[in-house]
């Protein structure tokens, strides 16, 4: 049976989109990854969209979601919660997660994609622990 996360930050521009789009890659069919914001820019980066692309992965399909939007997918494995200050969301999940991870919004792109592959292995220890 697949998994079913939720990522969240609270713009739902960066960390939470490429942890989502990280979910698909290395899940596959085992995997539903969701991402929601709690004050969503109603963007994607372009800077997230061009380090994921870096990888194969084309985060322009993404869009910027509010948790409202995400809610019907309930009930989740797990919620990820991506230690940006957020009001911890309550979503129905059987576990919630939060990680520490810096907001790379106006990093450079070198900053960026540190982050972008600390994220990547974030995402790879949680689907390894499911």
């Known amino acids: 049976m697949k998994k079913k996360l939720l990522f969240v930050c ?3 521009s960066n960390r939470s ?3 989502q789009a990280f979910a698909r890659m290395l899940g596959g069919e085992k995997i539903e990854a969701y991402s929601a914001g709690s004050k969503p820019s109603g963007v994607v980066n372009p800077k997230a969209i061009a380090a994921m692309k870096e990888l194969g992965y084309d985060l322009s399909t993404h869009d910027s979601k509010s948790l409202k939007e995400v809610e019907q997918y309930a009930l989740f494995d797990a919620v990820v919660t991506m230690g940006c200050g957020d009001a911890c969301p ?3 999940a059987k576990k919630f997660i939060d ?3 810096p907001d790379p919004k ?3 792109p070198d900053e ?3 982050v972008r592959d600390f ?3 974030k995402v790879k220890e949680l689907l390894d622990s499911l």
């Open 99 to 101: 990680w520490q991870i």
């Open 17 to 19: 989109q490429m942890s």
């Open 119 to 121: 994220i990547g292995d």
């Open 10 to 12: 609270v713009e739902n």
């Open 106 to 108: 106006h990093m450079e």
């Open 112 to 114: 960026f994609n540190r």
């Open 90 to 92: 309550w979503m129905p």
